[in-house]
């Protein structure tokens, strides 16, 4: 009962700059950890970065100083702030949360992935 609705990715050239947004929504009690993925062609699913319930940040060596991840709770959403993007960033980008319904119980969920293309 719990949906991650993706939205922002789209064409850009190099260097340029995208924003994605996941918004949580259903039996949400609490989120714990709230994160992006993304997979390339041909390549595995990769963590690209994650941020806890207390605002502590996680980043892959790849995007560190160029990405930035946050998040509004009263909105249950997390962001993702893309910039000097390039090529080797073109994939299909996933978010993911920890989420704790009423019962108590937690479970991970996944959006439905949004393309980003970094292109000239």
């Known amino acids: 009962q719990v949906q991650l609705v993706e939205s922002g990715g789209g064409l850009v050239q190099p260097g340029g700059s995208l924003r994605l947004s996941c918004a949580a929504s259903g039996n949400i009690f609490s989120i714990n950890v709230m994160g992006w993925y993304r997979q390339a062609p041909g390549k595995q699913r990769e963590l690209v970065a994650a941020?806890?319930?207390?605002?502590?940040?996680n980043y892959a060596d790849s995007v560190k100083g160029r990405f930035t991840i946050s998040r509004d709770n009263a909105k249950n959403t997390v962001y993702l702030q893309m910039n000097s993007l390039k090529p080797e960033d073109t994939a299909v980008y996933y978010c993911?949360?920890?989420?704790?319904?009423?019962?108590?119980?937690?479970?991970?969920?996944w959006g439905q992935g949004t393309q980003v293309t970094v292109s000239s």
């Open positions: 993911n949360a920890d989420i704790q319904g009423s019962y108590g119980f937690g479970l991970i969920y």
């Open positions: 941020i806890t319930s207390g605002g502590s940040t």
